[in-house]
């Protein structure tokens, strides 16, 4: 990570307002998403001295209402809809109207996130207040017991119906709108697709969950209708993004690799349509509508 100054405060106001928080973080923090190495490179019997991109990452602290909640490791880029994803998909928060302020606080060993967020959101929280540092986005989140681990999932009001063909094409154009994955081999994205399987938006991050964070993030940010599209993700289906999306109401989520069966189950629970495998000219549809496990 390029070297950064003691601390730069950049303050923006509430949510709702136009401001700079209806933009990415990019513009506010300059710290690089990726550094040059040079490396030795082996092939085919062949050593050569060469130079390579890796993905940085870096320290982000959570802090709400003056107190730290829980540390993660992320790519340092779109860290605003990252706080805000993280919050409405971890039940911090739930809605965008109960986040009053943000401020990125830029220090020497990482980047702190200082919401302001609705007195009873932050009473809620001080009662399963826990402190954690994340793991290029994996873990448990800080869960203190299983209930926690496992929360109960969110039954969708609509279950989701793509089509093959959207799902098609939103897979065809996935690589070209991941630059940070081209660049360094190590990120993976989350994409906003419409019905038709354009891609819409994508957020990019060293860890899946991050990743779909940043994304949920950017569309409540937004106002995004989550009924009128589905979301595509470079990795597995794990339980915690079906929980992640079914949190906001997205009905369809879509895995280039498998999920898991608990993955499977939850989203069956909730009527979440489920793709896994999704790859050019094949796809695996292991929920396309609710159903009755006890049957």
């Not at 906003?192 to 990743?211: F, P, S, T, Y």
């Not at 994304?215 to 339980?239: C, K, N, T």
Request: glycine letters at 8%; hydrophobic letters at 40%; aromatic letters at 4%.
């Amino acid at each position: 990570m390029a070297a950064c100054p003691t601390m730069v405060i950049h303050k923006d106001v509430e949510p709702g307002a136009e401001s700079d928080l209806q933009q990415g973080l990019q513009e506010d923090l300059k710290l690089e998403l990726h550094a040059s190495v040079s490396v030795n490179r082996w092939e085919r019997g062949d050593l050569s001295l060469a130079h390579d991109n890796v993905a940085e990452e870096v320290a982000v602290a959570l802090v709400y209402n003056g107190i730290s909640h829980v540390v993660m490791m992320t790519s340092p880029n779109d860290l605003k809809d990252f706080a805000l994803g993280f919050s409405i998909t971890e039940g911090i928060l739930t809605s965008a109207d109960e986040l009053y302020g943000i401020e990125l606080q830029q220090h020497d060993a990482g980047v702190e996130v200082q919401m302001n967020i609705a007195s009873q959101r932050m009473m809620q929280l001080k009662q399963q207040r826990r402190n954690l540092t994340g793991r290029t986005g994996c873990g448990l989140c800080g869960a203190e017991s299983l209930e926690q681990a496992v929360r109960p999932i969110k039954v969708l009001t609509s279950p989701g119906h793509v089509s093959d063909q959207a799902i098609q094409n939103a897979v065809l154009k996935l690589d070209q709108n991941q630059p940070q994955q081209a660049l360094t081999g190590a990120c993976h994205g989350a994409a906003w697709c419409n019905k038709q399987g354009d891609i819409l938006m994508i957020r990019e991050d060293v860890g899946r969950h991050n990743a779909l964070d940043k994304l949920i993030g950017a569309l409540v940010r937004e106002g995004i209708d989550m009924q009128q599209g589905f979301v595509l993700i470079s990795s597995r289906a794990s339980y915690e993004m079906v929980q992640k999306v079914t949190a906001v109401g997205i009905n369809a989520l879509v895995a280039v690799s498998a999920p898991t069966g608990l993955a499977l189950r939850l989203a069956r629970e909730a009527g979440l349509q489920l793709i896994g495998f999704a790859r050019p000219h094949r796809h695996v549809s292991y929920s396309p509508e609710r159903t009755n496990e006890s049957e």
